[in-house]
């Protein structure tokens, strides 16, 4: 290949001949090819909206985090505390949210004055929760604005495999299933410079994940390979997502609960409960490639190619998805 | 999902239509592709001066101008006060006629007509004229003949037997026949006879010598000679032979040009002007040539429109380009934008304003609106409340930008009125709710990128060629059409994703993952090829290694728990 008397600013920009030869997806590519190719434009309410998305998980036994109740209408949000019960640790969050906004963690509550204990240790009254459920119910949170509910949901307890590898919050598992077969993972992880958010393209650090075994393939952080978390200091290679076949199984079976032939599944891990669907996203982004240092078209040509996909049951999914998909042969 | 073979046929079909729609408009309108090109047209007009002989009705009929290849009449018109005019055609000429009961003093008529200079117009109404036996009076009719030998016998035909006569008549001035001839009757006049004694059809024409700004030019005399259906024009006085560019011919059936009643002393002069006009106008001036003579055409041009409805309609044909360039640089380039068409709205009110000024007021209109919403947010307000609240200080932030600068004396900044306030408002909202989301970086990112766009819509749209076809050739909405679908289907690279994955790109190879030791893609491309190659018994035995893998998996599974 010749490169004598490349312009310098031509450095700067990929050859798209070899982007193509390596499998890199573009976003023309997924937007024609893939997301309107193979889901249905009636589907995407099921996934923007975190309620819908919730039912269908419950009526499909898919393990999401138990809702407590709903807060629909302004009217409702009097009877706010007899919705919350006697839960003592809960979660409110906008149905539409989007980038973690708006979400309250309530971890205890004061037994003298029933005040609410937030998880970063400050108290609120009822008065300060139900100006939250109003904000929440305006659309203070949600994209665009628009009129939103509120989900109270019982606490995730966080599985502490994770501790120190994200600067802020418990980090989620992004599984990308295309066809109902598992694709391509990645975690992401929040830093100081991403603001506690795992926005890559804020300074959040990415890793991709194995499929086969749920090792770390690598991480980026701004898209250059690292190796300790900036913050922390942890080695990122080191990061094994446990239970890894069933968050496989609980992403892969998304697809027969959405109808969505391309998706992106965000797992948590819960202590005492496993791996749950935190939520579904009808147009998952590219930049999963970038963690994963592999393009995203060889692998969904290969599920493309298998014309008798339909057959396969959930584990065989996963597990041919483990065969042809991963990285490490050993976790 | 319509399969890519009905789209491309659709796709193609809408470009050709496109392409010979505008071939159509240019052959028949003759509108040129590229603007500036101009025509010529002469504007010609006669002056009739006569004094009435008594009080009594008075008519004056005066030949309009002959059909003649290369110059094409596109208008006439007359002036002449209390007058009653009408055209009319008399022994297959046309002829202009003012009547009125009765005048008193010296009257003046005119009549003006507008001729282009066309290389297509090769009508002519110019007939051959019938032989006349009559006999020409003598001694006169014997000298005709004597000229006629004289010439015959030294021609091949008509036209150079025309020469040989018109040559004999310089050339023997002083011969008695001829000064005889020379007294009775014109130089063409003797021409024509003598033609006519040799059995050769001439006439006498007048022709105008068209040149830029001249007054009070008379008819010149010409003698057309006829050899079958061809004729040649020759000047009587030097024997030259054609017609120049710049020649007129008025009248071609040996018509008179005045035939004045009830008067006396009349004159006819001419004065020309020539007008250098567009080539679209010139295209329209043919086209109303053609339907005033029956001819039926559809004008396929918003020219066709009223003329308040045609610079609206113009901004609308425009904003196809806008949207065309923001398809673009969206799809294939990859900038990103706040509010998908807002940049081509901003555009279309840049080029109300211009450039400087249209940049200015936008930034100034969205920065203040911004620090305004972001004290709005503070208040908690419903989103239609915070829209409208948005709304209502755009108006008045235009307000006082329009004050503000008349009061300066800076009057283009009146002009930022002509800014989309809703649109604005939207672009203020979304790019506050950016700001609170996603910081203030992807806020300047989204902005510049709205503004570049904008900025590339206005250059495209101000631009006189994409103005000029867009005005003038409908065809280029469907080829429009055509592109944004052909872009629409576009499954490569954004330009802006070359930058992306760069580092992706060049890592890829540079770094095997895992304990991969064959790049991925080449693996996989194997594996489908493989599967290709068998589908059904590749598909097969990889189930059962699926299989076989999850009984082995299960089982180490329930043995650890055994264990």
């Known amino acids: ?331 | 999902m319509v399969s890519r073979g009905v789209f491309y046929f659709v796709t193609a079909i809408l470009f050709v239509a496109g392409i010979l729609l505008m071939v159509y408009q240019h052959l028949t309108f003759e509108v040129p592709f590229l603007p500036g090109q101009a025509r010529t047209l002469w504007s010609v007009e006669a002056k009739i001066e006569f004094r009435p002989s008594g009080d009594g009705p008075v008519a004056v009929n005066f030949a309009m101008p002959a059909v003649q290849p290369g110059l094409l009449q596109v208008r006439q018109d007359t002036s002449s006060l209390g007058y009653g005019v009408d055209y009319l055609t008399r022994h297959g000429s046309n002829y202009v006629e003012w009547t009125k009961r009765s005048v008193s003093g010296e009257q003046v008529l005119y009549y003006r007509a507008d001729f282009l200079i066309d290389e297509d117009s090769s009508s002519s109404s110019m007939r051959i004229p019938p032989l006349s036996e009559n006999a020409e009076p003598e001694p006169y009719g014997t000298a005709i003949a004597e000229l006629a030998d004289k010439a015959g016998s030294r021609s091949a035909d008509p036209f150079s037997f025309t020469a040989q006569i018109i040559k004999e008549l310089r050339n023997s001035k002083d011969s008695e026949s001829i000064s005889l001839l020379l007294k009775q009757y014109s130089r063409s006049g003797i021409i024509v006879r003598a033609l006519r004694a040799a059995g050769i059809q001439a006439r006498e024409i007048g022709i105008v010598t068209l040149e830029n700004g001249r007054r009070n030019r008379q008819l010149e005399s010409r003698v057309a000679v006829f050899s079958g259906p061809r004729y040649q024009i020759f000047n009587p006085e030097d024997g030259t032979s054609g017609m120049r560019e710049n020649q007129l011919i008025w009248t071609d059936n040996g018509n008179p040009l005045l035939n004045l009643t009830g008067g006396k002393a009349a004159r006819v002069s001419f004065s020309m002007l020539r007008h250098r006009i567009s080539a679209i106008e010139a295209g329209k001036l043919k086209a109303g040539v053609d339907k005033a003579a029956g001819g039926e055409m559809v004008s396929l041009s918003i020219e066709a429109l009223p003329v308040e409805e045609q610079s609206m309609f113009k901004n609308i044909l425009l904003l196809t380009v806008g949207v065309l360039i923001v398809v673009f640089l969206r799809i294939i380039v990859g900038v990103k934008t706040s509010g998908t068409f807002m940049p081509v709205l901003i555009a279309m009110a840049f080029l109300q304003t211009n450039l400087v000024v249209g940049l200015i007021g936008f930034v100034a209109i969205v920065g203040v609106g911004l620090v305004v919403r972001s004290w709005l947010s503070h208040l908690n307000l419903l989103l239609v409340a915070r829209i409208s609240a948005v709304i209502i200080v755009v108006i008045g932030i235009i307000g006082s930008l329009s004050v503000l600068s008349y009061k300066f004396g800076l009057t283009e900044g009146l002009k930022v009125a002509f800014f989309p306030m809703i649109i604005l408002s939207w672009t203020i909202e979304r790019m506050s709710i950016l700001w609170e989301e996603e910081g203030y970086h992807e806020v300047l990112k989204q902005g510049g990128g709205s503004l570049f766009v904008a900025v590339c819509a206005y250059l495209a749209m101000s631009s006189g060629i994409v103005q000029h076809l867009t005005f003038n050739f409908i065809g280029i909405q469907f080829i429009i059409l055509s592109l944004v679908m052909i872009m629409g289907n576009y499954t490569g690279f954004r330009l802006t994703e070359l930058k992306r994955f760069k580092p992706l790109a060049s890592q890829i190879r540079k770094y095997p993952n895992g304990d991969q030791q064959v790049q991925e893609s080449e693996r996989l491309r194997g594996e489908l090829k493989e599967l290709h190659g068998d589908p059904h018994n590749v598909y097969r035995k990889w189930k059962h290694q699926a299989q076989d893998e999850l009984k082995k998996a299960k089982g180490a599974d329930a043995g650890g728990k055994e264990d």
Request: proline share 4%; charged share 20%.
């Open chain 1, 1 to 331: 290949m010749l490169h004598f008397g490349k312009p310098a600013f031509l450095k700067r920009y990929a050859n798209p001949l070899e982007m193509g030869r390596d499998g890199i997806m573009g976003m023309n590519q997924r937007n024609i090819n893939y997301i309107s190719r193979y889901n249905r434009r009636s589907l995407y309410p099921l996934v923007d909206n975190k309620l819908k998305t919730k039912g269908i998980a419950v009526s499909h036994h898919v393990n999401t985090p138990k809702l407590i109740g709903s807060v629909q209408d302004q009217h409702d949000i009097q009877n706010v505390l007899d919705i919350i019960g006697d839960h003592s640790e809960f979660c409110i969050k906008p149905a539409q949210g989007s980038g973690g906004k708006g979400i309250l963690v309530i971890k205890d509550r004061n037994a003298q004055n029933g005040h609410f204990i937030k998880s970063s240790g400050e108290e609120i009254n009822n008065h300060d929760l139900r100006r939250h459920l109003t904000n929440i119910l305006a659309g203070l949170f949600s994209l665009g604005g628009r009129q939103d509910i509120a989900l109270i949901e019982e606490l995730i307890h966080f599985d502490n495999v994770f501790s120190g590898f994200s600067y802020d919050g418990v980090p989620d598992t992004r599984v990308i299933v295309f066809q109902g077969f598992p694709v391509m993972c990645m975690m992401r992880l929040s830093t100081l410079a991403s603001d506690g958010k795992a926005n890559l393209h804020q300074g959040a650090v990415g890793v991709g994940i194995c499929v086969r075994t749920g090792r770390a393939v690598r991480a980026v952080q701004f898209n250059q390979p690292i190796e300790f978390h900036p913050d922390t200091d942890r080695r990122l290679s080191e990061l094994t997502v446990p239970h890894w076949r069933q968050v496989l199984e609980l992403a892969a079976s998304c697809y027969e609960m959405s109808g969505l032939g391309y998706i992106g599944t965000d797992i948590v891990l819960d202590r005492d409960k496993g791996p749950m669907l935190l939520e579904l996203n009808a147009r998952p982004g590219l930049a999963i490639q970038i963690c994963n240092n592999a393009g995203l078209l060889p692998r969904l040509r290969l599920i493309e190619g298998l014309t008798k996909r339909q057959r396969l049951t959930v584990p065989e999914r996963v597990e041919f998805s483990m065969e042809h998909f991963g990285v490490w042969n050993q976790s």
